[in-house]
């Protein structure tokens, strides 16, 4: 069964990639809504709706706060995430200036993180917004055009791998590139980024961006797509060598 968050702020919870994590969901409490409509999708499939209610900057503050002072011991992370694309909130920018006001004030030691699927760096307020977090964490799950559509299933079906390299290249390294890698089938057609083809053009992509870290993960939830593999841990330190043997940074879970 795939889940969503009923309200702003949820948990804290442990995240395998970033310690104990206060979730941010910017997205409606009932449904999801995202850019991408990725196989592997914890969240489910995006479903329609004609007037989302997001939460306002006011209700946002609020729910943040309330968050933060009923933890006894201060998270880790605030990472923001939920259900669907948080960048895609129209107050994206100056929620991102209150979240780090209210951290400095609230849990200094805490980092601020942010899961984006990229697809919205082509708006200049939203990589100003970015340059505010901690963990500018920023997904590329497949480095060839037809392999990210049948994985991310993009809303906009002209997207393609160049456009969002375009967009991570003006960063200039300074942020976490993020690949989710499974093997699967879905509508006929087989999904398999860990083919030599596919992780030789990753790899390419990878060493022109040099970010300063790679996050590596499975699937590690229920996916709307039943027909997915678990890759082993074994097969996730060995797409992560070649890397690392280059002095990137990779993190792996698995």
Known sequence: ???????????????RRL??????????TNH?????????????FNS????????????????????????TVPPDVLTFSGN????????FLRIMQGTRQLRDALCPSAK??????????????????????????????????EMMRRIDQPVNPMLTV???VEQLEKFEGDFILQTCFLRGEYKGKRIDNTTPEQLQEWYRVVRHLRPRQVMIYVIDRATPVSDLEKLSKAEME?????????GIAVQISA
Request: aromatic share 6%; with cysteine; hydrophobic share 40%.
């Open 32 to 44: 999801k809504i995202c850019s991408f409509d990725c196989v592997y999708c914890e969240c489910g």
């Open 48 to 71: 329609p709706c004609l007037h989302p209610q997001l939460p306002s900057y006011d209700e946002y503050m609020e729910a943040l706060r309330a968050g933060l002072e009923q933890m």
């Open 1 to 15: 069964m795939n889940m969503l968050f009923d309200s702003i702020i949820y948990g804290p919870i442990h995240s």
């Open 162 to 164: 160049e456009q969002i």
């Open 19 to 28: 310690g104990v994590s206060l979730g941010i969901n910017l997205m409606p």
């Open 84 to 91: 669907g694309e948080p960048t895609l909130h129209p107050d």
């Open 238 to 246: 060995q797409i992560a060598a070649p890397l690392s043997a280059e």
């Open 112 to 145: 601020i993180s942010v899961l984006s699927n990229s697809t919205q760096l082509v708006r200049a307020d939203v990589r100003e917004a970015l340059m505010l977090a901690d963990n500018r964490i920023l997904k590329l799950d497949a480095a060839e055009d």
